[in-house]
């Protein structure tokens, strides 16, 4: 039986004043009419969005369905005409299918399991309370992004891949290009060439002189340097991103209910559930694109081969009929099977890792500061825009009593 059909338009550009947490209301209305809704591409292919929390989960865990980018030639918002995609540089696997795909991940699933990552927890302390030192002596007011939420995670990243923390110069900036929605095409560009010069700077460094790093550990392969180069191009901006914005956007949520900050600042147990509940509430990762590779049948319609689908991953984290009260951030909810990480086979290679520096940061963070507190409006927070690959914050001013 064929479903009614439900067309959403447009994609939204921007989220509702007042709600920076919430996915755009079009998507939230979206998915209370349907959980799958045609989406007709601007080049006028004719698409899907999905923002159910099941149909989005099956296709994640669906080989009928490809992460490949060449196949998938459709933008929301931008018509490429005829211009060929091509495919993912070798390396970057986060856009491939196995077995091509598992080529990459195999060799590093081992140097990032939670055994590993939780062996790293001491460090990450260290890291922590240094910044939350240098944060109190420079006080009492602090842009959040600069002093804590974007260091942390990144000397972390750095120093398992085996990249000089002194480089980020290097490539930082460029990152916040590739994921944060503003650069326009020639911008985007330039970071590119220049991140793919260091990176293949690094690579040839460390073949030359291996040190005890994940990215040392890789050069004892068969892996050539254009395919290791590609990978650390993915670690690098998924370790150096998606944290620092969970971790500032997370203080902000938190700030904005101070009854769930209390909580977590007087029960530091409650941590790991709390980290998971941010997740789900932020999805900083909010969007990700698949394309049908035969006809599928799903929630009632036939999805044909050669179709892209949108796959709003923020918004199927807050489907009702998985997660009761879903606009609520209520850090003792039990429900778990959140998809901030996606599910599947590309399912984040680095989740334990972001964890871990999660768990630590925020009750660090706010047991060091008992009045820790927005320095600004909250409708003054500089918020990235909603087409950036990773939603987040560019600053957060915060003060706190000296
Ligand atoms: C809170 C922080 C993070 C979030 C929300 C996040 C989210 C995600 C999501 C949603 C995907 C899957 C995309 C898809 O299905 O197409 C992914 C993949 C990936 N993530 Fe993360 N990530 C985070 C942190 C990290 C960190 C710290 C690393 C560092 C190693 C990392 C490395 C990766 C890699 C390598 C992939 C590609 C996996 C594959 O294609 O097999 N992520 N991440």
Request: aromatic share 6%; hydrophobic share 40%.
């Amino acid at each position: 039986m064929t479903a009614p059909l439900h067309t959403v338009t447009t994609m939204p550009t921007e989220r509702q004043p007042g709600c920076p947490f919430d996915p755009p209301k079009e998507l939230i209305e979206a998915r209370e009419q349907s959980p799958i809704s045609r989406f007709p591409f601007p080049d006028g292919h004719q698409g899907w969005l999905v923002t159910g929390y099941d149909l989005t989960r099956s296709i994640l865990a669906d080989p009928r369905f490809s992460s490949r980018k060449e196949l998938m030639r459709h933008h929301p918002t931008i018509d490429y005409g005829d211009i060929e995609v091509p495919p993912a540089p070798p390396g970057e696997f986060l856009l491939m299918d196995d077995p091509q795909h598992s080529r990459y991940r195999k060799p590093l699933v081992g140097k990032f399991t939670v055994r590993r990552m939780r062996l790293l927890t001491e460090r990450v302390e260290q890291v922590t309370a240094e910044h939350l030192d240098a944060m109190e002596k420079a006080g009492p007011t602090a842009d959040l992004v600069t002093a804590f939420a974007k260091p942390i995670p990144a000397i972390i990243i750095c120093e398992l891949l085996g990249v000089p923390y002194e480089d980020r110069g290097r490539f930082q900036e460029n990152i916040d290009k590739f994921l944060g929605g503003e650069a326009g095409d020639e911008e985007l560009i330039a970071a590119y060439i220049a991140t793919q010069q260091y990176l293949a700077e690094l690579v040839a460094a460390k073949r030359a002189n291996p040190t005890d790093d994940v990215l040392s550990d890789l050069t004892d392969s068969d892996l050539t340097d254009e395919e290791l180069q590609g990978m650390a191009l993915i670690l690098l901006s998924a370790g150096f991103d998606t944290t620092a914005n969970m971790l500032a956007l997370g203080t902000f949520a938190l700030l904005q209910n101070p009854e769930q900050l209390a909580a977590l600042r007087a029960d530091p147990g409650l941590a790991e559930q709390a980290v998971e509940e941010l997740l789900r509430y932020l999805s900083v990762a909010k969007q990700f694109y698949r394309i049908a590779l035969e006809d599928v049948e799903l929630g009632g319609h036939t999805i044909t081969a050669g179709t892209t689908v949108i796959l709003s991953l923020n918004t199927a984290n807050r489907d009702p009929e998985r997660f009761p009260n879903p606009h609520t951030l209520d850090l003792h909810r039990q429900d778990g099977g959140h998809l901030a990480f996606s599910h599947g086979i590309h399912q984040c290679l680095g989740q334990q890792l972001a964890r871990v520096e999660m768990r630590v940061a925020f009750p660090a963070l706010l047991n060091r500061f008992p009045t820790l507190r927005l320095a600004v409006p909250a409708d003054e927070v500089a918020l990235r825009p909603e087409a950036a690959d990773i939603y987040g914050i560019k600053s957060l001013p915060v003060t706190w009593d000296a």
